[in-house]
């Protein structure tokens, strides 16, 4: 086989990053991407006429099948009823979930990704209380980071720029958090109704990318969580995009003046 050996999990990835038990888990995965994913890749796009009900339909099926699996436990405190596992092996799940489908790896990173800021803001309380949604049960939810804005798109992300070009600002005003601002791209995201449906028992909500003061870069920047039924919420439809349109849903979102309770703000 020579170099298409190299694309079996089990030779695939260097232990020097990563151990045996991590190796076996991506066997799996891989395993249930060849079994469950493969055979419909092509019907979570729509099929040949990009049909919205059949991507939709499929995708949800194939995403509460990731959840069953385990995937979006992986990252959660093993003390809290997660995996606790390592950042290596997160990605080792993306890129086998992406092999076969990629708006399925990108579901169960926008759980995992929530996860690492309540972790790395050392939020206790905020990881006990989504525990119950995403490592104490089997119901499949869905999550949306929201970075991106019309003015500069990602380079929110770049490091020169020290998050001074956020525009999505915050105002604290007594026990209340204020977010006002515009986003645009953030997946899968979309009216609450939406993600409540055979497969899918909800969206947990947005966890937004905000400012205090755009001139204080990094200083007055952080993440906050707004609940998927937040008044003052709004968003567009999904873009059509050329590719990746069902898998992932691609969306715009106002935040009006929405007001949440503010121990969500996770650095304040």
């Known amino acids: 086989q020579g170099y298409y050996k190299l694309l079996d999990p089990k030779y695939k990835y260097p232990r020097c990053f990563c151990t045996d038990e991590d190796i076996d888990v991506t066997v799996e995965v891989a395993r249930f991407v060849d079994e469950k994913i493969y055979p419909e890749r092509h019907n979570c796009e729509g099929g040949w006429h990009r049909d919205e009900k059949l991507g939709t339909e499929t995708r949800n099926r194939l995403y509460k099948e990731c959840v069953k ?33 990629v708006g399925l790896a990108m579901d169960v990173m926008h759980i995992h990704w929530p996860v690492s800021f309540m972790l790395a803001a050392k939020r206790d309380d905020l990881l006990e209380e989504f525990a119950p949604y995403i490592v ?6 869905i999550g949306c980071v929201a970075i991106s804005e019309p003015a500069g798109s990602v380079n929110i992300e770049d490091p020169a720029f020290d998050l001074r070009t956020i525009r999505t600002r915050l105002k604290i005003e007594g026990d209340e958090a204020i977010v006002t601002g515009h986003k645009i791209w953030p997946g899968t995201g979309g009216p609450l109704a939406r993600f409540q449906t055979d497969d899918i028992k909800g969206h947990l909500g947005y966890w937004t990318i905000v400012t205090r003061d755009p001139t204080k870069g990094s200083e007055a920047a952080d993440i906050v969580y707004v609940p998927p039924d937040a008044k003052g919420l709004s968003f567009s439809p999904p873009y059509k995009k050329m590719g990746i349109c069902w898998g992932d849903e691609n969306v715009e979102i106002w935040y009006d003046d929405v007001r949440v309770p503010k121990r969500y703000v996770h650095c304040l």
């Open 69 to 101: 699996l385990g995937l979006t436990k992986t990252s959660y405190p093993e003390r809290l009823g997660g995996l606790g596992r390592s950042m290596v092996l997160r990605n080792m799940v993306y890129e086998e979930l992406a092999r076969g489908e």
């Open 136 to 141: 104490g049960t089997d119901d499949a939810w």
